[in-house]
């Protein structure tokens, strides 16, 4: 400290107070900027050109954050084509997700006996709680669309291509654990929803022959989901995959900046890769001009989250979970539907006659043990992440142009028809057209489903409060409410509904019997709490037998609905 000190009253007496105040300064200063002067940040802050030689390098070498980061870019990489801005966008959310995720760990206890009341708890006493978690749920949700969508555009350009293969690699991995954070999240709310969606998918291990039993009970921690299995899921959630996640990023980074941004398809000769031989001209430095580039991507993606889940967005909040009660059409969370369509394909090879189909599934789950949920549940549907990863290496045509590439590109194209088609198929209503995959019972309970969900938010739920006036209301194309017009509207919309169903079959071949008659009751059951009942009479076109389906709901003038 003595030295420190003498050196301090030298310069001072060497160079003026003043003088010695300012290059300490800037000493602090480019610490902090790891290398960049006062002077070279204002010339940033102005858009000067850089002088030689070009001090905005120095972070790149010295600086923990922007050594991940190229010192340059070519231009043509610089515009929205070809990169969209996808790989920034992933990074962005899978950030945003850390940062509200550690948030709300501070005030939840993943126990089955306190999951629930910290959510609620959560939405209702901590500051804020309501919405970081929506930032949280609709960030999930967005991160796996990006993440998604930066996959398709890196194979749509064929920046897989050599000698990016193992970047593509690390991508695939990190689409996996995105997948894995987003299910693992799944069933920290301990509600009905998110119990039931996670219990389907992990019974679906349970049908891996041999070791399925061992890794549905490593899953649950017990042959059902209790707390074992809510403890496990959140030690994934918030340790494991994370960290696993933060590696292969730091990893997809570096070989990014190893090999650089791939250029337009069309740039390049057919089998070279120039991304990294920038000439002079055509450079585009980090700092300022990519940096402010991004910040702007940055900011307005933030803004878009954060409006949307301050105006329109609510992240789902089910009633308390209940292994007794299980709500009627569950699904797993939907960036899972196209694995629940595979798993609805009735046979091992579905196009064979029915007889021969059905001799084959005999003799496949006898001799072999395959049955068709294993055969595309347990092993097409892993399979379907293999295939992706393999890619690059399967692909020998080494050319990136798209007109030269019209096999994989059409391979690609009938690869996401696919995954669509079969994730319409997972949804209970099943594919519009063919009827693949429809799971219904009777018309007037697919009614009640549709109208008022066990679980979500129907249309008969959405009618504000305060047009939910007592009384009996029989379903017609008149009800004739002319106060309250958008309980109106949705008593109309019932009955439309209702007259479909009674002139045109569901995949079942089931219609609603032609003397079919609805009601919408309203009761009041104390100044800021109603009852909303939907009472169908109707004869059930398989028995003949006259039947009654009632089915009500509780609205309070504070819900969400």
């Known amino acids: ?81 070809p990169t969209f801005r996808l790989g920034l966008l992933s990074a962005l959310f899978f950030a945003i997700e850390i940062i509200t995720g550690i948030y709300l760990m501070i005030f939840y206890t993943p126990s089955p006996e306190r999951a629930y009341s910290s959510m609620i708890d959560i939405l209702t006493n901590v500051p804020f709680g309501m919405f970081v978690r929506d930032l949280h749920r609709l960030g999930a949700e967005v991160m796996v669309v990006v993440v998604t969508l930066h996959m398709m555009r890196t194979f749509i350009t064929g920046s897989y291509k050599k000698p990016r293969q193992f970047t593509w690699l690390t991508g695939v991995v990190l689409l996996m654990m995105t997948l894995g954070l987003s299910f693992s999240g799944y069933l920290l709310p301990w509600d009905q929803l998110a119990f039931w969606a996670v219990t389907i998918g992990t019974s679906m291990a349970d049908a891996a022959p041999g070791v399925g039993p061992t890794v549905n009970l490593l899953l649950r921690g017990a042959p059902d989901i209790g707390a074992g299995g809510l ?85 789902p909040l089910e009633t308390h979970s209940n292994p007794l009660v299980t709500p009627n059409h569950t699904v797993a969370p939907w960036y899972f539907y196209w694995l629940q369509g595979l798993l609805k394909i009735p046979h091992i090879i579905p196009f064979l006659p029915g007889d021969l189909a ?21 092993v097409v549907g892993p399979l379907v992440f293999v295939l992706l990863a393999v890619v690059p290496y399967i692909d020998p045509n080494p050319s990136r142009r798209y007109g030269q590439r019209k096999i994989m590109l059409t391979l690609g194209g009938l690869f996401t028809i696919l995954i669509l088609y079969l994730s319409l198929a997972g ?65 109309k919309t019932l009955y439309y509904d209702m007259q479909h169903r009674m002139s045109t079959a569901d995949p079942n071949g089931r219609k609603l019997s032609q003397d079919t008659v609805a009601t919408v009751k309203i009761v009041e059951i104390q100044p800021d709490l109603k009852q909303i009942t939907l009472d169908i009479k109707y004869t059930d076109d398989l028995t003949g037998a006259a039947q009654d389906f009632t089915k009500f709901k509780f609205i309070h003038k504070n819900s969400e609905h």
């Not at 000493?27 to 902090?32: A, E, I, N, S, T």
């Not at 923990?64 to 010192?71: C, G, L, N, S, V």
């Not at 194309?477 to 958008?486: F, Y």
Request: with cysteine; charged share 20%.
């Open 1 to 81: 400290m003595a030295i420190i000190g003498k050196r301090l009253v030298n310069q001072v007496k060497t160079t003026g107070f003043k003088a010695t105040v300012a290059q300490r300064a800037d000493d602090v200063f480019q610490r902090m900027t790891t290398g960049l002067s006062w002077d070279d940040v204002r010339g940033i802050l102005r858009g000067d050109p850089p002088p030689k030689p070009n001090p905005r390098v120095k972070p790149h070498t010295e600086s923990f954050w922007f050594h991940i980061r190229p010192t340059f870019y070519h231009e043509a990489t610089t515009t929205l084509y």
């Open 231 to 315: 403890l496990r899921f959140y030690l994934l959630h918030v340790v494991l995959l994370p960290f696993i996640g933060i590696v292969f990023l730091a990893v997809h980074y570096y070989k990014v900046v190893r090999w650089g941004l791939s250029l337009p398809p069309d740039m390049e000769a057919v089998g070279e890769d120039s991304a990294r031989k920038v000439s002079p001209d055509k450079r585009v430095n980090f700092l300022p001009d990519i940096a402010t580039n991004e910040i702007m991507y940055i900011a307005i993606a933030m803004a878009i989250l954060a409006i949307s889940c301050a105006t329109w967005y609510r992240a």
């Open 358 to 378: 059905n001799g084959l599934d005999k003799f496949s789950a006898n001799v072999l043990g395959i049955t068709p949920k294993v055969l595309w549940g347990i």
């Open 427 to 491: 949804i209970p209503t099943g594919v519009p057209v063919t009827g693949f995959g429809f799971v219904g019972g009777a018309p007037p309970s697919e009614i009640g489903q549709e109208f008022m969900p066990d679980e979500g938010e129907g249309e008969l739920m959405k009618i504000p409060f305060d047009q939910m006036i007592v009384g009996d209301y029989q379903v017609s194309a008149d009800p004739g409410v002319a106060d309250a017009p958008e309980l109106n509207a949705i008593i």
